[in-house]
């Protein structure tokens, strides 16, 4: 699918933003690299320092160049005071079927050897995951680009096993690290609480091609060298802090229940820092209820009569428990 189809090209739209990055490398505090197999390694926060610009940009880059990240001065939390602010011009194409980590990479086996989730404009070239046929979309940019988030460079195999199902030679592909322990890491994971909200909806079987526009923010928390503090407060920024808006075609009461259901709180396993629950459930994620991950609160606004339904809430307490650990 290309430009001027129903749907703009994410790697098209996301190839420039990734070239101003590799200009910029030295200002933001990135290292470049090239794999030995050809592809180019963008290190943003494993030796390299990046920070929380290099997070923000890669934050737009993984939303296929059709989503814009801001850092707002201002929160409903006062220990923590800034926000990451979310909006996309295509929600669904941007949050789904790019910045989504959808696709599973491993080499050696879970538990050992290298893993890492792909999100990133590349997905849509190699669509290994269902909802592309779901939403019938391909990208045929001559690029793919994934943001991982891992603490290594992906192995040779790995490389050359990304390429072959994206069509295209490794040295057309190109990959940014960003460690969840990373400054760059921690705001990238936390600029994906408008996807967050889009793949609950999703998950609730709500039609996605009902969603017009949405808007998303959440408190940037503070990094942690401890993987799991750190993927604890990225994940409880949405779950406790994270707002959504919605604008939705369709009955306004099927926008109210959707509203009803979105919040984080709806599921069972809300309610303790994400930490804790991770630890209880063995450090595996499909032990926890999937209908846990949304923001907190959520507003969803029916276009065809023009009214608005609010439900969920803002958990400071929660926050202050994962935060100040």
């Avoid at 200009?23 to 929380?52: C, F, Q, W, Y």
């Amino acid at each position: 699918m290309t430009e001027g189809a129903s749907r703009p090209s994410v790697g098209r739209r996301s190839a420039p933003l990734f070239e101003a990055l590799l200009a910029d490398a030295e200002a933001l505090r990135l290292e470049v690299e090239t794999h030995p197999s050809g592809a180019r390694i963008v290190d943003a926060g494993i030796r390299a320092a990046g920070g929380i610009e290099a997070g923000r940009r890669i934050a737009e880059i993984c939303m296929g160049g059709l989503g814009r990240v801001t850092i707002e001065g201002s929160s409903p939390f006062p220990d923590w005071p800034f926000s990451l602010c979310v909006s996309a011009a295509e929600p669904v194409t941007a949050c789904l079927l790019s910045q989504y980590a959808g696709w599973k990479l491993e080499r050696g086996g879970e538990g050992k050897g290298w893993f890492a989730m792909a999100s990133g404009p590349g997905r849509a070239r190699a669509r290994r995951e269902a909802l592309f046929a779901e939403l019938a979309y391909a990208d045929d940019a001559d690029r793919a680009i994934f943001v991982l988030e891992t603490d290594r460079p992906p192995p040779h195999e790995v490389v050359t096993e990304v390429a072959a199902a994206c069509g295209l030679e490794p040295a057309q592909l190109a990959f940014i690290l960003t460690p969840t322990t990373s400054l760059a890491g921690l705001v990238q994971i936390t600029a994906r609480v408008l996807e967050v909200g889009l793949h609950k909806l999703h998950e609730l079987g709500f039609p996605l091609d009902r969603v017009r526009d949405g808007l998303g923010r959440a408190p940037l928390p503070p990094p942690s060298p401890d993987l799991l503090t750190a993927m604890g407060r990225s994940n409880d920024a949405i779950l406790f802090g994270g707002e959504l808006w919605l604008c939705v075609e369709g009955p306004e009461g099927e926008a109210r229940r959707l509203a009803e259901q979105l919040p984080s709180s709806s599921s069972p396993d809300w309610g303790r820092p994400f930490a804790e629950l991770f630890r209880e459930a063995g450090c595996d994620f499909y032990r926890i209820d999937r209908l846990l991950f949304s923001p907190a609160r959520v507003h969803v606004t029916a276009l065809e009569s023009g009214r608005s339904f609010s439900a969920g809430r803002l958990a400071p307490e929660l926050l202050a428990r994962s935060f100040g650990g």
